[in-house]
């Protein structure tokens, strides 16, 4: 047992929603005593994992003890660093599970790919840690489900990593909705416009010799290797991620839910939670080479109230050019006015578009960071708690994807996260089989 464990920070139950204030780190704070430490398993060294690692590392209330990296080859330049900052080196390993295994780790942080989120999150529940895990929070919608009912059946604080949901940029657009200069808002948008480029038809080839590509593929099905089904550029296969939708889109239609349900809470309606229906259109229309996730979209999720609320997201990601402003982000309008959300700030108009306030901010993780620290040791609820926001933000992904890969209009059921009276629709929930040995936990 840790000793953080041994100081009993960990309660027995989830208090209610209490969100704490933003904290900022400015630069390399002194490390709290060892006593005093969250000690943390780092699942992933390179990529968005390189910069958790990172950012971890600074934290003064954090020990990073180990890392498990599948590729060895990546290990080093983050081992260097994180050793750097923190004045410890941690343990290195290939296989996640030892992370697992290890009764003194009190928390995991899953950088991995879309297709290794539910796992290693499942198993460090199960374990009795607490997991920051990235964004969306499963390949799909069962495995987010059943990562929630880890996360409940043992009490655990599962952060989801939607980093600006924690930005002072968030929380002042949220603050100045609230106070009712938008009006009666019924619509929102989210939208990526940021130009990316044709991955290529590279032929298959033969993995690395480092590289245990058996357990990369993990519950995936058994394919040959190919470069572009990797390192890098494995979110564009259905079988490892959930396109750009679920990439960058995540994060603005998060960004447009929140928005738009805190206009219709300034109303004195109930908060938002789920769309009743999901429309979907678009394809792989651009690019010609082996992605094959759309590179166009355009998706409406209705939501059920009187009046009934619509978001759209829209997907153009061959267009050089920003759309309203922002390359990739976020607007909610209503009848006095408008919001427009982007990365480094938003912008709020009145009624003849005129622009009356304006708010800069950027997108660092590292206040995401310290709120699921702090969240580990009060037992509140953290800024994306994965049951109340970052599931549900993920599930807009994947029935968007859904909705467009059928090309029409499906119904859910948010008690049961089902598509109502459709085998077709209900069918793309998950995987057809998860292949053995990495079934998925049961809980």
């Keep these: ?3 953080i464990h041994r100081r009993k920070f960990v309660a027995q139950t989830v208090a209610a929603v209490v969100f704490p204030a933003v904290l900022t780190q400015k630069g390399l704070a002194a490390k709290a005593p060892a006593s005093e430490r969250v000690r943390v398993g780092m699942v992933g060294a390179a990529g968005r994992a390189g910069s958790l690692n990172r950012i971890f590392a600074a934290n003064k209330n954090v020990e990073i003890v180990g890392i498990a990296e599948i590729d060895p080859r990546r290990l080093p330049a983050t081992l260097e660093r994180v050793t750097k900052t923190q004045g410890h080196k941690p343990k290195t390993f290939t296989d996640f599970r030892k992370l697992v295994e290890d009764p003194t780790i009190d928390a995991l942080c899953v950088g991995t790919p879309d297709h290794w989120h539910a796992i290693p999150t499942i198993m460090g529940c199960l374990a009795g840690k607490d997991v920051y895990v990235e964004k969306p929070d499963g390949h799909n919608i069962v495995e987010g489900q059943r990562m929630v009912m880890a996360m409940r059946k043992h009490k655990r604080i599962v952060q989801m990593g939607s980093q600006h949901r924690s930005t002072e940029r968030m929380q002042t657009a949220l603050a100045y909705i609230r106070e009712g200069h938008l009006g ?3 619509v929102a948008k989210a ?3 940021t130009k990316q480029g044709n991955i290529g038809r590279p032929p298959d080839g033969v993995a690395p010799k480092e590289v245990d590509y058996d357990m990369w593929l993990g519950s995936a ?4 290797f190919n470069p572009k089904r990797f390192h ?3 979110r564009w296969f259905y079988d490892y991620g959930a396109g750009d939708l679920g990439n960058d889109g995540v994060h603005r239609l998060d960004m447009a839910f929140a928005a738009l349900s805190a206009a219709v809470e300034t109303e004195g309606k109930k908060p938002l939670r789920m769309p009743r229906k999901i429309s979907g259109t678009g394809g792989k229309w651009y690019f010609d080479d082996a992605q094959e996730w759309p590179d166009t ?9 009187t009046p009934p609320r619509i978001l759209t997201y829209e997907m153009r990601i061959w267009s050089p050019y920003p759309y309203l402003g922002e390359a990739e982000g976020s607007a909610v309008f209503g009848d006095q006015g408008y919001i427009i959300l982007g990365n480094n700030g938003w912008r709020a108009y009145t009624r003849g578009g005129k622009l009356v306030k304006e708010h800069g901010g950027g997108s ?12 580990i040791k009060t037992r509140k609820r953290p800024w994306c708690d994965l049951e109340t926001v970052g599931h549900p933000a993920s599930v807009l992904c994947h029935a968007g994807n859904i909705a467009t890969r059928l090309g029409r209009t499906i119904t859910f059921d948010a008690k049961t996260e089902t598509f109502v009276n459709d085998k077709e629709a209900n069918a793309m929930r998950g995987r057809p089989e998860w292949r053995k040995p990495w079934v998925l936990p049961e809980v």
């Design 184 to 186: 009666k808002c019924l």
């Design 232 to 234: 890098g550029s494995w």
């Design 1 to 3: 047992m840790s000793k």
């Design 297 to 305: 979209m355009q998706v409406t999720y209705e939501y059920p109230g």
């Design 191 to 193: 939208w990526e416009s």
């Design 364 to 375: 660092d993780a590292t206040p995401h960071v310290q709120d699921f620290i702090d969240c």
């Design 221 to 224: 099905p058994k394919r040959p």
